[in-house]
């Protein structure tokens, strides 16, 4: 079936050390998105991918980077993980249609990071 | 850049009753906007969306009303179950050529037996 997939589903991690986490998407999507979401908050989007090209957020910190190698792969890499940056780490994609827009997300089960 | 605020923040109904969840957005250009439903320890996933050029739209007991010149939407849900309770984001996307979609904080739905 075609799918989000994100990898690890947990990850815990030792303040400063860095880690990443990976996405992968059998969908085609040209579009693809990372979220940090907190525990009764709305997802905050991080960045995200259309096609090639990089839009960060002007709110995402420094220590926040992203790689999308092909169309089928995204990674989000923490440089330096605070206890701040605990969260759950949601990828998405979607389709963004020519002369129609942007199309339904379609989310992974997220990554639930812990710091120590 | 878009700006959308979501109410109310909770809100608790008797089953059966009606549910109303409503949006509103600052960017005229916003053309898409969906409704995702989040339960607990689960990822968001789409319930219904509206596009522009459409005033309503109805999937069984969900139903979606858009306002272009208020620039307000809202989620109608009717005969509502226990299994409805969950986190409701609202969101709207910036235009045909433009990546991504702002979400609303998100309204906490619970649908007492």
């Known amino acids: 079936d075609a799918m989000v997939i994100q990898n690890p589903r947990y990850q815990v991690t030792q303040f400063g050390k860095p880690v990443t986490l990976s996405c992968s998407q059998t969908l085609n999507h040209n579009v693809m998105y990372w979220y940090q979401q907190k525990s009764s908050q709305a997802p905050k989007l991080l960045f995200h991918y259309y096609d090639k090209d990089f839009n960060n957020e002007a709110d995402t910190p420094d220590n926040f980077q992203s790689r999308r190698p092909n169309t089928s792969f995204c990674f989000l890499d923490i440089r330096s993980p605070g206890l701040g940056d605990a969260a759950m780490y949601l990828c998405a994609t979607s389709r963004n249609r020519p002369g129609q827009g942007l199309g339904e997300q379609f989310f992974g089960p997220g990554t639930r990071l812990t710091v120590l | 850049g878009e700006n959308v605020e979501q109410h109310p923040s909770t809100l608790s109904v008797q089953e059966g009753d009606s549910a109303v969840i409503k949006c509103t957005y600052s960017d005229s250009a916003s053309n898409y906007f969906p409704w995702y439903k989040q339960e607990l320890g689960k990822r968001p996933q789409l319930i219904i969306d509206?596009?522009?050029?459409?005033g309503e739209k109805k999937d069984q007991r969900i139903a979606v009303t858009l306002n272009k010149t208020a620039k307000h939407f809202s989620l109608h849900i009717t005969e509502t179950q226990p299994e409805d309770s969950a986190v409701y984001f609202c969101a709207a996307s910036m235009g045909t050529n433009a990546g991504k979609s702002t979400f609303g904080d998100g309204t906490t739905l619970t649908v007492k037996p």
């Open positions: 509206i596009r522009s050029n459409v």
